[in-house]
C-alpha cells in the first residue's frame, strides 16, 4: 500500500535523529544525516591511516598516539600522564599502562618534573626520535593526501570546529548512556517540537 505524502512527513518527523533548529534545515535532518555518513567515512579512513602509522613504526594504535604527542611537547609544556590523557581524550589508568610498556620498550622515558617534584615528565629517548624521523618520511606524503582537498582557511576552521565537538563528545556518550539506562526500550518517542516548526522543502525544491 502506497504510503501518502503527508504520512511520508509524519514518520520523517518521528524517526528525525535530531533535534535543534541549527542541525536541521528544510529536509528535515537529511543534511545533519549526510554530514554524518562522511564524517564516519573519512573517519574510517584516519582510522586506518593511524594502524598504518602505528604498524610502521611497530607500535600499538594508542601507543603511536602517546609516542608522538609526547615527542611534539614543549619545554614550556612537558608531557605527563594527566597532560596526556586530556590531549588524547583517554583514561589516566589507560594512559599509565601504555606509557609503562613504551618506557619498557624504551622509546620514552621518565622523570622528575623539573618544578613540581609530585609529578612525572614524560621524554622521548634516542631510540624514540629515531623512530618517530623513519615514520615521519612515511606519514607526510599520507596526511597530504587526507586534508589536501582544503584550503589554509578551511583547515583553520576544520580544526577550531573538530576541538569544540570533540570537547562536547564526553558530555554526549555520558548522555547516551544515561538515557540508555532510564528509558525503557518499549517506552513511546515524541518527535521534537524544535523539527516540527521547520518547514519541509518540497521534492525537487533548491537548496
Given at each position: 500500500?502506497?504510503?501518502?505524502?503527508?504520512?511520508?512527513?509524519?514518520?520523517?518527523?518521528?524517526?528525525?535523529?535530531a533535534?535543534?533548529?541549527e542541525?536541521?534545515?528544510?529536509?528535515?535532518?537529511?543534511?545533519?544525516?549526510?554530514?554524518?555518513?562522511?564524517?564516519?567515512?573519512?573517519?574510517?579512513?584516519?582510522?586506518?591511516?593511524?594502524?598504518?602509522?602505528?604498524?610502521?613504526?611497530?607500535?600499538?594504535?594508542?601507543?603511536?598516539?602517546?609516542?608522538?604527542?609526547?615527542?611534539?611537547?614543549?619545554?614550556?609544556?612537558?608531557?605527563?600522564?594527566?597532560?596526556?590523557?586530556?590531549?588524547?581524550?583517554?583514561?589516566?589508568?589507560?594512559?599509565?599502562?601504555?606509557?609503562?610498556?613504551?618506557?619498557?620498550?624504551?622509546?620514552?622515558e621518565?622523570?622528575?618534573?623539573?618544578?613540581?617534584?609530585?609529578?612525572?615528565?614524560?621524554?622521548?629517548?634516542?631510540?624514540?626520535v629515531?623512530?618517530?624521523?623513519?615514520?615521519?618520511?612515511?606519514?607526510?606524503?599520507?596526511?597530504?593526501?587526507?586534508?589536501?582537498?582544503?584550503?589554509?582557511?578551511?583547515?583553520?576552521?576544520l580544526?577550531?570546529?573538530?576541538?569544540?565537538?570533540?570537547?562536547?563528545?564526553?558530555h554526549?556518550?555520558?548522555?547516551?548512556?544515561?538515557i540508555?539506562?532510564?528509558?525503557?526500550?518499549?517506552?513511546?518517542?515524541?518527535?521534537?517540537?524544535?523539527?516540527?516548526?521547520?518547514?519541509?522543502?518540497?521534492?525537487?525544491?533548491?537548496?
Amino acid at each position: 500500500m502506497e504510503i501518502k505524502e503527508n504520512e511520508r512527513l509524519a514518520v520523517l518527523d518521528v524517526l528525525l535523529t535530531a533535534s535543534k533548529p541549527e542541525l536541521l534545515e528544510g529536509d528535515g535532518d537529511q543534511t545533519f544525516r549526510g554530514l554524518l555518513y562522511d564524517y564516519f567515512a573519512f573517519g574510517r579512513s584516519l582510522e586506518a591511516a593511524r594502524a598504518k602509522f602505528a604498524s610502521y613504526a611497530d607500535l600499538s594504535p594508542t601507543q603511536y598516539l602517546i609516542l608522538i604527542a609526547i615527542a611534539h611537547s614543549t619545554l614550556d609544556e612537558p608531557m605527563g600522564i594527566n597532560q596526556i590523557a586530556t590531549r588524547l581524550y583517554l583514561s589516566g589508568a589507560f594512559v599509565t599502562i601504555e606509557v609503562n610498556k613504551l618506557v619498557s620498550s624504551g622509546l620514552i622515558e621518565k622523570s622528575t618534573h623539573p618544578s613540581d617534584g609530585r609529578r612525572v615528565q614524560l621524554t622521548v629517548t634516542r631510540e624514540g626520535v629515531s623512530r618517530l624521523t623513519r615514520l615521519a618520511a612515511f606519514q607526510r606524503p599520507i596526511n597530504d593526501a587526507l586534508f589536501g582537498t582544503l584550503t589554509r582557511d578551511e583547515f583553520r576552521v576544520l580544526s577550531q570546529l573538530l576541538s569544540r565537538l570533540a570537547a562536547g563528545g564526553d558530555h554526549a556518550v555520558k548522555l547516551a548512556e544515561h538515557i540508555a539506562a532510564t528509558i525503557h526500550p518499549d517506552a513511546p518517542r515524541e518527535s521534537a517540537p524544535a523539527a516540527k516548526a521547520l518547514p519541509r522543502r518540497r521534492k525537487g525544491a533548491g537548496r
